[in-house]
Each structure stands twice: as C-alpha cells, then as structure tokens.
C-alpha cells in the first residue's frame, strides 16, 4: 500500500509560479513511475508530466518549457516546479504513482491562476 500526499497549491498571479510536492509512504520501495495529473472545471483529467525511476521524463505540449519535474528518492518525493503560468493552468491537481501491481492516486491540491 502507497499514501500521496501533495502540497504547495495556491493562488498566484499569471505569469507567477509555484512548486508542488507529494511526499509518498508506505511500501515505496515498490513505486517505479511517479508523476502530475490535472483536472479543470468540466474537463477530465489530463498528464500533466511523468518520470521514472532512471529520471526519464514526459512532459504534456501545453506545459513543455514552463514545468518541470523532478524526484528525491532519499525523501521518496516528487515535486513539479510550474513557471510562467497561466490561467488555463487551473484546476486540481493530482500525484500520481504506480508499482508492478496498482496505480495510487494523491488527493488533490487546487491550483488557481488569476489573469
């Protein structure tokens, strides 16, 4: 069993940024692919970034050059650095791990961007 914790969400300015952070517990030593979904008012959920445990990274079009990615195995987080944000960037966002067996999902940090 996996726990995600995410935190760092907030309201910020266009153009502004925040860093997220989901800190993982439980059986971690299982979990080989880490990463950020999205969800906006009325759309379903989308990648926002992935990366595996040999640092490989993947990365949505609409977020290439602004986010990134990155993970502390010592701490057993990930975290997701947003630049030059947008208000299209809205929504909820949520942490994303997965071992040989399950997918595990964080509960969800809002991050709202006022244009």
């Known amino acids: 069993q996996v726990q995600l914790v995410e935190s760092g969400g907030g309201l910020v300015q266009a153009r502004g940024s925040l860093r997220l952070s989901c800190a993982a517990s439980?059986?971690?030593?299982?979990?080989?692919?880490m990463g950020w979904f999205r969800q906006a008012p009325g759309k379903q959920r989308e990648l926002v970034a992935l990366i595996i445990s040999g640092s490989s990274t993947n990365y949505a079009d609409s977020v290439k050059g602004r986010f990134s990615i990155s993970r502390d195995n010592a701490k057993n987080t990930v975290y997701l650095q947003m630049n030059s944000l947008k208000p299209e960037d809205t929504g909820v966002y949520y942490c994303y791990a997965r071992d040989a067996e399950y997918p595990y999902w964080g509960q969800g940090t809002q991050v709202t961007v006022s244009s």
């Open positions: 439980g059986t971690t030593f299982s979990i080989n692919t």
